[in-house]
Protein backbone atom coordinates (compact mmCIF):
# COMPACT_ATOMS: atom_id res chain seq x y z
CA UNK A 1 0.00 0.00 0.00
CA UNK A 2 1.72 3.07 -0.90
CA UNK A 3 0.83 5.72 0.80
CA UNK A 4 2.85 8.28 -0.73
CA UNK A 5 1.96 8.71 -4.43
CA UNK A 6 4.03 10.51 -7.44
CA UNK A 7 2.61 9.42 -10.19
CA UNK A 8 4.62 11.19 -12.64
CA UNK A 9 8.14 8.55 -13.18
CA UNK A 10 10.04 11.38 -15.32
CA UNK A 11 9.97 14.76 -16.31
CA UNK A 12 11.81 17.44 -18.49
CA UNK A 13 11.69 21.03 -18.79
CA UNK A 14 13.70 23.47 -20.07
CA UNK A 15 16.00 25.63 -18.33
CA UNK A 16 15.08 28.79 -17.01
CA UNK A 17 11.31 27.59 -16.98
CA UNK A 18 9.17 26.55 -13.99
CA UNK A 19 9.41 22.76 -12.55
CA UNK A 20 6.25 21.61 -11.21
CA UNK A 21 6.52 17.95 -9.02
CA UNK A 22 3.36 16.57 -7.81
CA UNK A 23 3.02 14.47 -4.70
CA UNK A 24 -0.39 12.90 -3.28
CA UNK A 25 -0.80 10.97 0.10
CA UNK A 26 -3.70 8.80 1.72
CA UNK A 27 -2.64 8.53 5.26
CA UNK A 28 -4.63 11.34 7.06
CA UNK A 29 -2.45 11.43 9.79
CA UNK A 30 0.94 12.81 8.09
CA UNK A 31 1.24 16.25 8.77
CA UNK A 32 4.91 17.12 8.23
CA UNK A 33 6.26 16.63 4.61
CA UNK A 34 9.76 16.72 3.12
CA UNK A 35 11.40 17.14 -0.44
CA UNK A 36 14.70 15.27 -0.93
CA UNK A 37 16.47 15.42 -4.02
CA UNK A 38 19.11 12.31 -5.60
CA UNK A 39 22.05 12.47 -7.63
CA UNK A 40 23.47 8.97 -9.16
CA UNK A 41 25.72 7.52 -6.89
CA UNK A 42 24.62 9.64 -3.87
CA UNK A 43 22.34 9.30 -1.30
CA UNK A 44 18.96 11.62 -0.78
CA UNK A 45 19.77 15.63 0.72
CA UNK A 46 17.42 16.87 2.05
CA UNK A 47 15.87 19.95 -0.10
CA UNK A 48 12.68 21.43 1.15
CA UNK A 49 10.16 20.68 4.33
CA UNK A 50 6.62 22.04 5.29
CA UNK A 51 3.93 21.13 8.18
CA UNK A 52 0.31 21.13 8.18
CA UNK A 53 -0.26 23.95 9.96
CA UNK A 54 1.18 26.03 6.59
CA UNK A 55 0.35 25.72 2.96
CA UNK A 56 3.27 27.03 1.73
CA UNK A 57 7.10 27.15 2.21
CA UNK A 58 9.59 29.15 0.43
CA UNK A 59 13.03 28.85 -0.26
CA UNK A 60 15.41 30.33 -2.92
CA UNK A 61 14.59 28.94 -6.04
CA UNK A 62 12.51 26.04 -4.55
CA UNK A 63 8.57 26.96 -3.06
CA UNK A 64 6.27 23.34 -1.59
CA UNK A 65 2.48 23.85 -1.58
CA UNK A 66 0.45 22.06 0.38
CA UNK A 67 -3.84 21.25 -0.01
CA UNK A 68 -4.92 19.59 2.61
CA UNK A 69 -7.80 18.99 1.58
CA UNK A 70 -6.73 16.84 -1.63
CA UNK A 71 -4.11 15.55 0.02
CA UNK A 72 -1.65 16.97 -2.46
CA UNK A 73 1.68 18.89 -3.05
CA UNK A 74 4.13 20.36 -5.06
CA UNK A 75 7.62 21.27 -5.21
CA UNK A 76 7.82 24.72 -7.68
CA UNK A 77 11.69 25.14 -9.06
CA UNK A 78 11.63 28.13 -10.25
CA UNK A 79 13.95 28.89 -12.54
CA UNK A 80 15.18 25.56 -13.70
CA UNK A 81 19.23 25.13 -14.08
CA UNK A 82 21.04 22.04 -15.80
CA UNK A 83 22.21 21.24 -11.45
CA UNK A 84 18.37 20.58 -10.88
CA UNK A 85 18.47 17.74 -12.93
CA UNK A 86 18.19 14.40 -10.56
CA UNK A 87 15.43 12.53 -9.07
CA UNK A 88 12.72 14.17 -6.47
CA UNK A 89 11.92 11.99 -3.71
CA UNK A 90 8.52 13.19 -1.38
CA UNK A 91 8.27 12.22 2.22
CA UNK A 92 5.88 12.34 4.52
CA UNK A 93 5.40 12.06 8.60
CA UNK A 94 3.21 12.29 11.13
CA UNK A 95 3.47 13.61 14.50
CA UNK A 96 4.98 16.70 12.92
CA UNK A 97 7.87 14.91 11.65
CA UNK A 98 8.66 12.86 14.96
CA UNK A 99 7.66 9.63 12.96
CA UNK A 100 8.90 7.65 10.51
CA UNK A 101 9.50 9.24 7.43
CA UNK A 102 7.43 7.57 4.35
CA UNK A 103 8.68 8.05 1.29
CA UNK A 104 7.02 7.97 -2.46
CA UNK A 105 8.77 6.09 -5.70
CA UNK A 106 10.55 9.61 -7.36
CA UNK A 107 10.45 11.60 -10.05
CA UNK A 108 13.53 12.09 -11.96
CA UNK A 109 14.18 15.54 -13.61
CA UNK A 110 15.53 16.32 -16.26
CA UNK A 111 16.33 19.82 -17.41
CA UNK A 112 17.07 20.68 -21.14
CA UNK A 113 19.93 23.59 -21.76
CA UNK B 1 32.15 15.51 10.40
CA UNK B 2 32.61 12.82 6.99
CA UNK B 3 28.82 11.98 6.88
CA UNK B 4 27.58 8.83 6.78
CA UNK B 5 29.25 6.21 6.14
CA UNK B 6 28.07 2.92 4.38
CA UNK B 7 30.34 -0.05 3.28
CA UNK B 8 30.67 -1.49 1.21
CA UNK B 9 29.56 0.35 -2.22
CA UNK B 10 29.02 -2.55 -3.95
CA UNK B 11 28.38 -5.94 -3.36
CA UNK B 12 27.59 -8.59 -5.90
CA UNK B 13 27.06 -12.23 -4.65
CA UNK B 14 25.65 -15.23 -5.53
CA UNK B 15 21.92 -16.38 -4.75
CA UNK B 16 22.33 -18.19 -1.14
CA UNK B 17 25.20 -16.52 0.14
CA UNK B 18 24.96 -14.43 3.19
CA UNK B 19 25.61 -10.97 2.87
CA UNK B 20 25.98 -7.89 5.20
CA UNK B 21 25.81 -4.40 4.80
CA UNK B 22 27.40 -1.48 7.43
CA UNK B 23 26.81 1.50 8.35
CA UNK B 24 28.23 4.44 10.54
CA UNK B 25 26.22 7.19 11.35
CA UNK B 26 27.03 10.48 12.17
CA UNK B 27 28.64 11.18 15.86
CA UNK B 28 25.56 12.71 18.40
CA UNK B 29 22.79 11.24 16.14
CA UNK B 30 19.97 9.03 17.90
CA UNK B 31 18.46 7.40 15.05
CA UNK B 32 19.18 4.92 12.45
CA UNK B 33 17.40 3.95 9.68
CA UNK B 34 17.91 0.87 7.07
CA UNK B 35 15.98 1.86 3.64
CA UNK B 36 16.15 -0.01 0.16
CA UNK B 37 15.41 1.84 -3.32
CA UNK B 38 13.61 0.16 -6.09
CA UNK B 39 12.43 1.54 -9.09
CA UNK B 40 9.08 0.16 -8.16
CA UNK B 41 8.44 1.10 -4.59
CA UNK B 42 10.70 4.19 -4.08
CA UNK B 43 12.35 4.08 -1.05
CA UNK B 44 11.04 1.73 1.72
CA UNK B 45 11.79 1.68 5.15
CA UNK B 46 13.39 -1.69 5.88
CA UNK B 47 13.93 -0.78 10.30
CA UNK B 48 15.16 1.85 12.43
CA UNK B 49 16.93 2.23 15.81
CA UNK B 50 16.42 4.76 18.62
CA UNK B 51 19.59 4.88 20.84
CA UNK B 52 20.63 1.42 19.67
CA UNK B 53 17.30 -0.28 19.68
CA UNK B 54 15.19 -1.38 17.59
CA UNK B 55 12.18 0.56 16.81
CA UNK B 56 10.21 -0.58 14.21
CA UNK B 57 10.85 -3.76 11.32
CA UNK B 58 7.58 -4.09 10.01
CA UNK B 59 9.20 -3.11 6.93
CA UNK B 60 11.69 -6.46 7.01
CA UNK B 61 10.50 -8.14 4.13
CA UNK B 62 11.08 -11.44 5.81
CA UNK B 63 13.05 -13.28 8.27
CA UNK B 64 16.17 -13.63 5.76
CA UNK B 65 16.84 -9.89 6.48
CA UNK B 66 18.10 -9.06 10.11
CA UNK B 67 19.39 -5.89 11.77
CA UNK B 68 21.49 -5.30 14.29
CA UNK B 69 22.87 -2.01 16.39
CA UNK B 70 25.62 -3.32 19.08
CA UNK B 71 26.98 0.34 19.88
CA UNK B 72 25.79 3.95 18.75
CA UNK B 73 28.56 4.10 16.20
CA UNK B 74 27.65 0.83 14.05
CA UNK B 75 25.15 -1.08 12.21
CA UNK B 76 24.80 -4.08 10.05
CA UNK B 77 22.02 -5.19 7.94
CA UNK B 78 22.36 -8.77 6.92
CA UNK B 79 20.78 -11.10 4.00
CA UNK B 80 20.84 -14.92 4.96
CA UNK B 81 20.32 -16.43 2.27
CA UNK B 82 20.52 -14.44 -0.08
CA UNK B 83 17.96 -14.09 -3.43
CA UNK B 84 18.17 -12.27 -6.94
CA UNK B 85 14.88 -9.77 -5.78
CA UNK B 86 17.23 -9.05 -3.10
CA UNK B 87 19.20 -6.76 -5.80
CA UNK B 88 18.76 -3.06 -4.95
CA UNK B 89 20.03 -0.19 -3.18
CA UNK B 90 20.64 -0.26 0.25
CA UNK B 91 20.55 3.18 2.18
CA UNK B 92 21.63 4.06 5.49
CA UNK B 93 20.28 7.77 7.34
CA UNK B 94 20.72 9.37 10.95
CA UNK B 95 19.00 11.93 12.51
CA UNK B 96 19.39 13.40 15.88
CA UNK B 97 15.49 13.66 15.64
CA UNK B 98 13.47 12.92 12.49
CA UNK B 99 12.04 16.20 12.09
CA UNK B 100 15.28 17.33 11.79
CA UNK B 101 15.12 15.71 8.27
CA UNK B 102 17.68 12.84 7.81
CA UNK B 103 21.18 12.29 6.55
CA UNK B 104 21.97 9.34 4.23
CA UNK B 105 25.21 7.87 3.14
CA UNK B 106 25.93 6.74 -0.31
CA UNK B 107 24.13 3.76 -0.03
CA UNK B 108 25.37 -0.02 -1.40
CA UNK B 109 24.59 -1.28 -4.29
CA UNK B 110 23.85 -5.24 -3.91
CA UNK B 111 23.21 -7.49 -7.00
CA UNK B 112 22.90 -10.95 -6.22
CA UNK B 113 23.07 -12.92 -9.23
Known amino acids: DQQVKQNSPSLSVQEGRISILNCDYTNSMFDYFLWYKKYPAEGPTFLIS?????DKNEDGRFTVFLNKSAKHLSLHIVPSQPGDSAVYFCAASANFGNEKLTFGTGTRLTIIP | DAGVIQSPRHEVTEMGQEVTLRCKPI?????LFWYRQTMMRGLELLIYFNNNVPIDDSGMPEDRFSAKMPNASFSTLKIQPSEPRDSAVYFC???????????FGSGTRLTVV
Open chain 1, 50 to 54: ISSIK
Open chain 2, 93 to 103: ASTLRPNYGYT
Open chain 2, 27 to 31: SGHDY
